[in-house]
């Protein structure tokens, strides 16, 4: 049989070896959570080195842009025109001429925008100012020269409602306003 002596060496000896067991598990875990969080801590640096940091005045700039040209899409849209010119008693041939000349003057106040915006965007929005004169031009064509102005925006209005994908001014907006919102995100 034991001793006294010897049980309580036997204990302390078991005890120790279960003080240093505990001592290595939470010291592993210990090691374990800091290695982590440093690998985790190194990965989000290494990212946020990659992206190039935010500049804030340069982003007020293109944001001012994307309004212009927003601006732009919705004052050009066929209905604003004939809404923004259309006199009683005007021929078709003056107020083509008054819609023309609106998005011509209209896009060459934007046109610096360009520089502010994606390539796509301007492609686009360069297109609105295309399709929207030929559109005027291919209306008023049909018509005779002396033709009220009544007459040619009930076809232009005809016209682009009978297709709402006859004008892309909803898609520029769409597109301007996602681009946007990125900025802002």
């Known amino acids: 049989m034991h001793t006294a002596k010897q049980v309580t060496t ?11 067991v505990t001592l290595a598990i939470f010291l592993a875990v ?34 001012a842009a994307y309004e212009r040209l927003t601006l732009f899409a919705e004052r050009n849209k066929i209905d604003n025109l004939i809404n923004r010119f259309y006199q009683p008693g005007m021929d078709t041939q003056t107020m083509r001429q008054l819609m023309l000349q609106s998005i011509r003057e209209e896009f060459d106040h ?43 925006n009930k076809q232009l209005i005809q016209l682009i409602h009978q297709n709402e994908n006859t004008t892309m001014n909803k898609v520029v907006l769409e597109a301007l306003q996602f681009e946007v919102q990125q900025l802002m995100n």
Do not use: C
């Open 10 to 20: 036997y204990l302390s000896v078991m005890d120790f070896t279960h003080l240093e």
């Open 30 to 63: 210990v090691l374990a959570v800091f290695a982590f969080y440093f690998f985790q801590t190194q990965r989000i640096m290494k990212k946020l080195r990659q992206t190039p940091p935010r500049n804030a005045e340069a982003d007020k700039l293109k944001i």
């Open 110 to 152: 934007n046109v610096t925008q360009q520089l502010y915006v994606k390539a796509p965007i301007w492609d686009a929005v360069s297109k609105i100012k295309e399709q929207n004169m030929f559109i005027i031009n291919q209306v008023a064509a049909m018509l005779p020269g002396d033709a009220p102005a009544m007459e040619f």
